[in-house]
């Protein structure tokens, strides 16, 4: 039978790339993730560093994103787990599109 399992939520961050009118307008990249994938730093007037489980950057690709995140969700859930993907962020940031 299933036994109790207690996975720990993890938080992923994904940076998108910037958009046709930033870039048109010249605007800077304000984000710097770290070596291993796991922090950022807000670049800008004040320096501010957040650590995560995993952080996609701009660069990255729908299936890093799966991979980070969804991916062992989904495995556990197949194994007859309950499992919850939770999105959140500004609108117009991207959400729907990372779904």
Known sequence: GN??????????LRIRPLNSKEIRERSDVCTNVSADGKAVDLVGSER???DFDAVVGPEG???????????????DFLEGFNGTIFCYGQTGSGKTYTM
């Open 61 to 75: 690709k729908q299936e890093d994103v799966y991979n980070a995140s969804a991916k062992p969700v989904v495995d």
């Open 3 to 12: 036994e109790d399992v207690t996975r720990e939520i993890s938080v992923v």
């Open 48 to 50: 501010m560093h957040f």
